[in-house]
């Protein structure tokens, strides 16, 4: 398998669905602005979120997916099945009383995210969460089914599957504002229909490409198996390293949710916008290199587990670093044309740019952990990982306390974009002491290059920023047009830079 065609083809599905999360976020922007309603839905969406991220895509697959491509790798397909049916079903009863205890909590849960917010909003976001909680168990099992697709060689499923929630989202809005009241529970009611849409596409491509779970009456029988301990026992560790990711996240809502009225809402639409680069390029290359380094620590190959690791950091450099370079210099073109509509206003670009540039710092630190934490993971070393991210949560705290009372909410921004690069050292550092990965020749001459090809793509987009007229009185369609035409461009110079300086589209071919 040509890894490097399998990537590109994973960030261009993964593209698809990120342009219409783009548009989920346009269509909020404009209908409901930046306020205290959108707060309180970003508050009640980020509830079942952080339950995703820390157990389905977050602990679950990092300890699930080794242990299925290494059973796949060794043992029969019966074995495998098996395996596959006991986690299933046990995966299904815990998130069965979780969404459960998450409807009957709301209240707390969400006083203990966002205590800050308006009465009515806060009543807002109680009702939002009790409705979307369940959401959290729907992308749990479609997380299950990533992992057996991805591990099967199939990525195109998974990648294109959260197009179906930010369509869900649009329509019932569109469908739904006028009629509802609060018009902000459309949003909720779109989530909802996502989640089932989402798992429904799921069970077709598994019986295609890979199997099909199989969900058992016997909670009791697939907990005492051999599988469901295996992962059990990895993912708490994974759980914990996950866990204080997502702390740090509630522990910033809260403090957004004090701050100006608005303040998640600005953190959520840059949000957006950074997680474009960190999809199309950690997400994928993380995707693809996690199957690929546990099929590598399988058969005990440290020399391709380490050219894996080299060739995930070189592709990382070259196209995240042009990234975070446009997020820092083209921020508030960025926003004004694709958020200032309707009722996001002026305040509001200049809020969310400030929040957008703050993350933009952090960019290569946010892509290069999801590039390096399949390092340990692959290797079933997940204890390595939450020591570091102790560490990382401490430092982001303690950030706060300094950026915060001088930036307001885009020094909650900063503090993970500096957590971010501090994550990616400890990481990259713990990598090469234990010697699972050693850097391939010339990444010197390499580095140097990638560097100098950022100056006119640096130079393009600054002028443009400047120069050009981004306020609504120039007309939506033109300031789309002239900021899309212009990215283009910086694009093309950038990889004609590229090109001049000796790069070639072979050099990053990696067959396994």
């Not at 009543?123 to 992308?139: E, H, K, N, S």
């Not at 179906?164 to 009611?189: E, K, Q, T, W």
């Not at 199957?291 to 050219?307: E, G, I, M």
């Amino acid at each position: 398998m040509n890894l490097l065609k399998a990537a590109s083809t994973l960030s261009l599905l993964t593209l698809a669905s990120r342009i219409t999360g783009l548009l989920r976020e346009i269509m909020v922007a404009s209908f409901f602005g930046a306020s205290a309603w959108t707060d309180a839905f970003n508050v009640a969406f980020r509830l079942p979120n952080l339950l995703r991220r820390m157990f389905a895509e977050g602990a679950f697959s990092q300890a699930f997916v080794p242990l299925l491509s290494q059973t796949r790798q060794t043992r029969s397909p019966e074995q495998t099945q098996e395996l596959v049916d006991q986690v299933s079903t046990a995966l299904f009863w815990i998130l069965a009383a979780i969404s459960a205890i998450g409807v009957a909590a709301a209240p707390l849960l969400v006083w203990l995210t966002a205590s800050g917010l308006h009465p009515a909003a806060f009543d807002a976001a109680v009702w939002m969460t009790r409705l979307m909680f369940p959401y959290a168990g729907l992308i749990s099992l479609v997380a299950l089914s990533a992992g057996i697709l991805n591990t099967w060689k199939h990525f195109a499923v998974p990648a294109v599957t959260p197009a179906l929630l930010n369509l869900s989202v649009i329509g019932a809005a569109f469908a739904l504002h006028r009629v509802i009241d609060p018009p902000i529970y459309a949003l909720a009611v779109g989530v909802m229909i996502g989640g089932v849409l989402q798992l429904a596409v799921q069970f077709p491509a598994l019986r295609r490409h890979a199997v099909v779970p199989r969900f058992r009456l016997s909670f009791i029988r697939a907990w005492r198996s051999e599988g469901v301990h295996r992962v059990v026992k990895q993912m708490l560790p994974a759980s914990l390293s996950v866990s204080v990711a997502q702390v740090s996240i509630v522990i910033n809502t809260q403090i957004a949710s004090h701050l100006h009225a608005g303040s998640v809402s600005w953190l959520a639409y840059a949000d957006r916008l950074m997680e474009f680069p960190t999809a199309l390029l950690g997400v994928a290359l993380g995707s693809v290199l996690l199957p690929s380094l546990a099929r590598a620590s399988a058969v005990d190959d440290a020399d391709k587990y380490s050219r894996l690791l080299d060739w995930g950091l070189r592709l990382t450099l070259l196209l995240a670093l042009p990234s975070a370079v446009a997020l820092l210099v083209f921020a508030r073109p960025l926003v004004a044309m694709l958020f200032n509509y309707g009722r996001f206003d002026q305040a509001d670009v200049l809020a969310t740019t400030l929040a957008l540039r703050a993350y933009g710092v952090g960019l290569i630190g946010l892509v290069g952990v999801k590039i390096l934490a399949p390092g340990f993971y692959a290797r079933q070393d997940l204890r390595t990982p939450v020591k570091m991210a102790l560490i990382v949560l401490g430092a982001t705290q303690a950030m706060n306390l300094l950026f915060v009372p001088w930036l307001g909410h885009a020094g909650l921004a900063l503090a993970i974009s500096l957590g971010a690069l501090l994550n990616a050292s400890l990481l990259f550092g713990g990598l090469r002491r234990r010697g699972m990965f050693v850097p391939q020749p010339g990444w010197r001459g390499y580095a140097l290059r990638v560097v100098l090809a950022q100056l006119p793509l640096a130079a393009l987009l600054a002028w443009g920023a400047i120069a050009l007229p981004w306020g609504r009185s120039h007309g939506d369609l033109a300031r789309l047009g002239m900021g899309l035409g212009l990215l283009a461009v910086a694009a093309a110079v950038y990889f004609l830079c590229l090109w001049l300086l000796g790069f070639r589209l072979r050099q990053f071919a990696h067959r396994e």
